[in-house]
């Protein structure tokens, strides 16, 4: 008589194994989370490097082909007959679109009006991809805002934009004197100009149109000066990492009037180096990156901008003039910084 064979009990998890296997991956995740979160960071930073590198050899080709750099900003707001209203406007990121395969919409913006005239509309809702720098936080890729400021002075109507393309890079134009006299503990400095000869002109008549510079312009050397640099989240009022809630600072409505947060908008040439206080606030102090994205003070529509801003953590990337690109620390020094925006000043800049 044959004996039947013992069945193997087979032992389950115990729920106290259970439980120290799933805290045990709960561990690993958390551990591998922040990695994950850099790698994504370092893959955006890395994408944002390469849209400055293709402004740089856009901005290189337009020199090559003109003689000169592109102007920054040029809005004409005046006829024989005195102030008529915004008639013409260019910008430095529309005229080097031909450079960055958009010829299309280049040809499409009509050079005997300005970016708020109804005829460009159309070219200036074109999303430039180049022009977005992924770690900024946006709900959209296209921006809408007014200039309900001009009215009376300039125009009868504001100064609209509708769903306009998006921008994160400005062009650096200029070192406001204010900041000079902070740096350098003195008083009535010079405003120090940046890459550009004349080209910052808001106001101007038709018949006195600023130039561009040319590279035998920039004598503090092309691998010294400061052309482009990150100033993201605009048309919002940012302080630190923190959004400034429009009714509650009079500085976030004049950023949202003139952020110029699209790439076709005249001001996103104009940028006047004034500095912030640590906290993001005043119009002036030694913070130049990424204290505030302010582009102006609170009742003075062409001067006196924050410094850069970015989302990547320490500080901002920068276009120089000889086309590299380089990452600026926020604890950079003042007097670094100054002669990195300065053509012309002379500075001894050493490593930065």
């Not at 206080?277 to 102006?296: E, K, M, P, Q, V």
């Amino acid at each position: 008589m044959s004996e039947k064979p013992l069945r193997k009990r087979q032992r389950g998890f115990t729920l106290i194994e259970l439980l120290v296997v799933i805290a045990i991956i709960a561990v690993l995740i958390a551990l591998l989370l922040p990695a994950v979160q850099q790698a994504r960071e370092a893959a955006r930073r890395t994408q944002c490097k390469n849209n400055l590198k293709q402004i740089g050899l856009a901005m290189a080709n337009y020199e090559s082909t003109y003689g000169r750099f592109p102007i920054p900003v040029f809005l004409s707001l005046m006829n024989s007959t005195g102030y008529s209203g915004a008639l013409s406007s260019t910008v430095w990121s529309l005229a080097v679109l031909p450079y960055m395969d958009h010829a299309a919409t280049f040809n499409l913006y009509n050079q005997n009006y300005s970016a708020f005239d109804p005829v460009n509309v159309t070219a200036g809702q074109t999303v430039i991809t180049g022009y977005l720098c992924p770690s900024t936080p946006r709900s959209s890729t296209k921006i809408s805002y007014e200039n309900p400021y001009v009215v009376g002075t300039f125009s009868t109507a504001p100064w609209n934009l509708t769903s306009a393309g998006a921008i994160d890079y400005i062009s650096t134009i200029q070192v406001q004197r204010q900041f000079v006299d902070i740096v350098y503990n003195t008083t009535g400095s010079v405003t120090l100009d940046g890459w550009a000869v004349g080209g910052n002109a808001i106001a101007g008549n038709v018949l006195n149109i600023p130039t561009g510079g040319r590279i035998s312009d920039i004598t503090d050397g092309t691998s010294n000066t400061m052309m482009v640099g990150e100033l993201c989240g605009r048309n919002t009022l940012y302080r630190g990492a923190r959004q400034v809630v429009p009714t509650s600072d009079p500085e976030s409505g004049w950023q949202a009037s003139f952020g110029a947060g699209a790439w076709v908008d005249p001001f996103n040439g104009q940028w006047k180096l004034s500095g912030r206080n640590y906290d993001g606030s005043g119009d002036r102090g030694l913070c130049t990156i990424n204290c505030s994205n302010a582009h102006f003070r609170s009742g003075s529509p062409t001067e006196y901008s924050a410094g850069l801003y970015s989302w990547h953590t320490g500080g901002a990337q920068i276009l120089l003039c000889d086309g590299s690109v380089r990452f600026l620390s926020q604890n950079i020094s003042g007097i670094t910084m100054v002669g990195l925006v300065s053509a012309r000043g002379g500075e001894i800049i050493g490593e930065f």
